[in-house]
């Protein structure tokens, strides 16, 4: 795998470095006594709110000496520091259980005219998010080193990982509303930027759903840059002889408008991948996916609605 010693961008489809279980986030990303609630821009150099932070003058060698390279310098090292630290996960207990860490790779959903070679020129930029990424952390050695370095190492993890919520014992989405609103520092939700979450049907219909989704949509208004959703339709819900459109009929526009996804202002892609019976055509899936880009437009959301498909093959 090809790795760029870059800052990750959205820009490039293919970056992204790791996908940490929240869980073990949460143990591996130290506090600080007094959490700063104003994210640190780390393509600028520490001011503001932050300035506290630098005040304390470095008190080992090693310390100076990393304190004296340029910024951009330093967060390379930080940068390599984290690619090169796996995290190896541990279970608590031999009877407690653990969902086993997988990847889910997806394929686009496309129909016969977008197939045609002119209209693959105009879809070249609709890659796919990144499916392959680390289990890595910043040591919290290095946090602790001085406030300093740990102001600029600390949200590193946040913006490279993508964060998975799946169906367990409940929703991904209820594991994501709790992560997020009840569990992380607020700097920390701020500086996420990639998710995937496994929902049901309902969540999207529901008070309680939509609730969830105002809560998520709120704490990622200005920071989630990509966002994987996989919807599950039960066979209870679509038969043989009924249509998916009928049955996804005012989804989409309550999840835009009462689950405030329309205002996830930084968001750029999302991929949504509608799990049904196998007898459920791909059009279908892709009419619902550009009904649902056309509602984003319209409340003036930036954001790309790519359909997507598991990919048996990988």
Known sequence: MEVSILPPTLGCFDVGFASIPPSVVSRCVSHAKRPSQRRPDLLSKPGGNDAQYTAAAPNTQTESRLLSLPLEIRLLIYDWVYRMSPIEKTIPHEAYPIPAPRSHHTRLVQDEEELQPECRKKLGGRGLLC????????????????RQIYVEARTIPFHSNEFVFDNWFSSGLVAASTMVTDVFETWQTRAMRFARIGTDQKDFRDDFG???????????????????????VSKDAVSEDTN??????????????????????????????????????????????????????????????VCVQCDPDR
């Open 244 to 305: 998916l459109l009928d049955v996804l009929d005012g989804l989409a526009e309550r999840w835009v408008v009462d689950g405030y996804l329309a205002e996830m202002k930084a968001l750029e892609r999302l991929e949504v991948e509608l799990s049904t019976p196998p007898w459920c055509s791909d059009t279908d899936k892709l009419a619902w996916c550009r009904a649902l880009q056309l509602l984003l437009e319209c409340r003036d959301s930036h954001a790309d609605v």
């Open 131 to 146: 499916q392959e990424r680390f289990y890595n952390h910043i040591p919290c050695n290095l946090l602790r080193l001085n």
């Open 210 to 232: 939509l609730g969830l989704w105002r809560k998520l949509s709120t704490e990622w208004r200005d920071s989630l840059r990509g966002l994987k959703v996989l919807i599950h």
